[in-house]
């Protein structure tokens, strides 16, 4: 059995750990609500953005000079994978989920004989890959440091896939992401950026709304600008809802390490007052039959 | 009837009410923007939008660049950024056409399109110390 001292100093340690988790679970929590308003503020462009995309797309479909950002290279032999995690550990599973789905999807890919590319974004989906992947991996980025995630620094990361995709370096860009689906489920997602793929919505009201859209400059013009900045919005997006589902995540994991930290402190507690009484009992015996052999 | 107007940028939407009249900087020149208007989706450059009512300008806003969607009823400005010209600095708009000038000075002058977006750039930073100014 453990001395009392031992003990006190274990139920010290816990006590502690559970203030530091507590702690971090406000902070997440709090975080959370503000990363939800931005990836909530953030919809609206991209909904009328998906719109104008949609109106432009049909009446370039078909045409030889459609961009190559909306039809594709023609081939499906290089795939660029994007993979957004979080920059910190420490929010259960949630790092682990992205990067065990993308190296499935490196794996599949390579397995059918394609070549796989990998962009990391944040530090932990590159530290995952990069034990068995790295050969693969082409580029990561982090915004370890930052506050707030500025659409500015999600666009460089589109800029370098549009860049690549002129040098033909790639065929299909996929983002692997954390889905934000509530608070406390986060679900790794795959979205397939270039080509991008068309939501269908509504196809009666689309056709009907499409052919009567006039273009100015003319439709091509305004694709090759409005294509990049769609990329960089579906990012943006895919990142703040990463943003969103680490702290989610990180909150859920530390609400639980808070409630474990309370439980072990009961068991040692307990533990620690069988000892104690145990003490006593021991050494009134002592006192006791040490006065009876007088 | 009133033209809907919605001003969204990607972090946020920043506008949305109905005006009488909207100015809007199209690539190819000022366009204004009554109810009934033919839809259409366009470019812009940088420049002011203007909201007019009551025969007034009641609003004016920068814009660096983006698009429109124009339709019978409303009007949707899908802006890189904007601003409310008051809250517009020279110094900020100055800043930027220097280092628009000195990217454009250092590409290669075979790169059209890198030409290009870095004259889009110097055109937006003047028509933003110009919204200053005014």
Known sequence: ?294 | MPVALEIVSPEKLLLSRNVEMVVIPASEGEMGVLPNHAPMIVLLRGGTIAIHEGGKVTDRLYVSGGFAEITPERCTVLADEAVPTSELSRAEGERRLSAAEAEYNATDKNDVPSLDAAMDRMQSARAMIEAAAA
Request: glycine content about 6%; overall charge positive.
């Open chain 1, 1 to 294: 059995m453990a001395s009392l001292k031992a003990l006190r100093a274990r139920i010290n340690s816990v006590k502690s750990t559970r203030k530091i988790t507590s702690a971090m679970k406000m902070v997440a929590a709090s975080k959370l609500r503000r990363a939800q308003q931005q990836a909530e503020a953030a919809r609206p462009y991209a909904e009328r953005m998906e719109r104008m995309l949609s109106a432009l797309a049909a009446s370039v479909q078909g045409s030889p000079t459609a961009p190559r950002m909306l039809a594709g290279t023609g081939n499906d032999k290089v795939h660029l994978l994007i993979v957004i995690t979080a920059d910190r550990g420490l929010a259960g599973a949630f790092n682990t989920n992205v990067g065990r789905a993308a190296r499935n999807l490196a794996r599949r890919l390579m397995a059918e004989g394609k070549t796989v590319k990998i962009i990391t974004v944040g530090r932990k989906g590159r530290d995952y890959l990069r034990r068995e992947l790295a050969a693969n991996i082409v580029g990561d980025i982090s915004f370890a440091g930052k506050k707030k995630i500025d659409f500015a620094d999600v666009q460089a990361i589109g800029m370098q896939a549009v860049e690549m995709l002129g040098r033909d370096e790639f065929d299909i860009a996929t983002v692997v992401y954390n889905r934000f689906a509530s608070v406390i489920s986060q679900i790794p997602t795959e979205l397939q950026i270039i080509p991008p793929l068309m939501t269908e919505t509504g196809p009666v009201e689309q056709t009907t709304a499409q052919a009567i859209y006039e273009f100015e400059p003319d439709e091509e013009t305004i694709l090759a600008k409005l294509l990049p900045k769609n990329l960089a919005i579906q990012l943006y997006r895919a990142q703040l809802e990463s943003g969103a589902g680490e702290h989610g995540a990180r909150m859920t994991a530390m609400d639980n390490a808070t409630r474990n930290a309370g439980e072990a402190i009961n068991k040692l507690t307990l533990n620690y007052n069988r000892t104690r009484q145990a003490n006593i009992t021991r050494e009134l015996i002592e006192i006791i039959s040490g006065a009876e052999a007088l």
